[in-house]
Structure formats: structure tokens, C-alpha cells
């Protein structure tokens, strides 16, 4: 949709210039914390499927992948102190704007996911969900926006996230993808910067 596609870049291209040096400043305070990596890569499920790479502000110690699941709770010994700051207010996620930036997201559609969690999708869903581009941020972002903290009692919480969470949020994806609009976008910009804050 390239009215969609505008709407994005009539927001990215001057968010990006304006948030420029706070980019900066994140940047630095992770590179002093351990001389790693700022940003943290990982590959996820894209528009009809095809895979691509998710930028964040790492937050997490260096090779965290490697010591623990793909599930973050909110006690995972792996965050960093600055990582706890980034990932309350969701500065981490800024990153994605540059994916945004691509093409390869939009500010508004599903989250993107692993493909070890697209496979849990029932087959139906799965079509409308990667129908379209995945966002940086909808109604299930706002729903969850204390994910991790949900999963922090939680015993088993990979279990628990795709059992329990996935479910839900796959509702609100197919929700998006039937209702969506830029007014609609637009609204929930508006309610994540709130629920954020």
C-alpha cells in the first residue's frame, strides 16, 4: 500500500534526523558498559514470509543467545543496567526505524516474530499475518507492553509465551490486518508513546 508506505516515511525520515543524537548517546553508554556490540541482530519472519534482519540497542550481555531462550523476563539475570532503562522505555526498539527506513517494517503492523514461533501459526492465521509488513508497534505491543514482567513468574516462560501470550496477540494481529487504516496507525502511535510513558 504506498499510501501506507508514505505515511512511514513521512515519520521515520524526520524522527530519524531528530532523534539523532539520543541514537548517539545510547549508542556510546552500551559501547563504555563492555566494548560489545551495540546493535543486536536477529532474524525474523517478514511480509509473506520472507526473513530479514531486526535491529535493537542490544541490551543484554554479549553472546546472550547462546546462555539462555529466545524469551526475555523482566529478572533475566542477561539484561544489562543500561539495558533495563532501554527496554522500560522501549528506547531498544528504535533501531527498527532503520528497518522501517528498508522497507522491511512499517511503524504500524504485527510484531515480527522468530521462525521457530511463526511455525506455531495456524495455517490460516499465518497467511493474514504475513500478509502484510510487520510494525513496529500494534494493539498487542500496547496490551503487552509489560511482557516481560508478565513472564517473570512464570516457571516454564517459554511455554507460557507461546501457549498463552502468542495466542492473544495473534488475535490482535488478524484484528489489525482486517481493520487496518492510517488513521488506525496513527491511534496506536499515539497510544504506544502513552503507554510507554
Do not use: C
Not at 57 to 84: Q, S, W, Y
Request: net charge negative.
Amino acid at each position: 500500500m504506498l499510501s501506507k508506505r508514505l505515511f512511514d516515511l513521512f515519520f521515520v525520515i524526520p524522527g530519524l534526523l531528530v532523534l539523532l543524537p539520543v541514537l548517539i548517546i545510547i549508542a556510546i553508554l552500551i559501547k563504555i558498559k563492555d566494548g560489545g556490540d551495540v546493535l543486536f541482530k536477529q532474524v525474523r519472519v517478514g511480509k509473506h514470509g520472507n526473513n530479514f534482519e531486526v535491529l535493537k540497542f542490544r541490551t543484554m550481555v554479549l553472546d546472550a543467545e547462546k546462555l539462555g531462550n529466545k524469551v526475555t523476563t523482566g529478572d533475566d539475570p542477561r539484561i544489562t543496567p543500561i539495558g533495563h532503562v532501554l527496554r522500560k522505555y522501549k528506547f531498544d526498539e528504535l533501531p527498527q526505524l532503520i528497518n522501517v527506513l528498508k522497507g522491511e517494517m512499517s511503524l504500524v503492523g504485527p510484531r515480527p516474530e522468530v521462525p521457530e514461533y511463526v511455525e506455531f501459526y495456524p495455517d490460516e492465521v499465518r497467511d493474514i499475518v504475513l500478509s502484510v509488513p510487520p510494525g513496529m508497534t500494534d494493539r498487542a505491543s500496547i496490551e503487552f507492553v509489560n511482557e516481560n514482567e508478565i513472564l517473570s513468574g512464570s516457571t516454564d516462560p517459554v511455554n507460557d509465551y507461546k501457549n498463552k501470550v502468542l495466542p492473544v496477540k495473534l488475535d490482535f494481529y488478524v484484528d489489525y490486518v482486517n481493520q487496518r487504516s492510517l488513521w488506525l496507525d496513527f491511534t496506536l502511535i499515539i497510544k504506544t508513546i502513552a503507554a510507554i510513558f
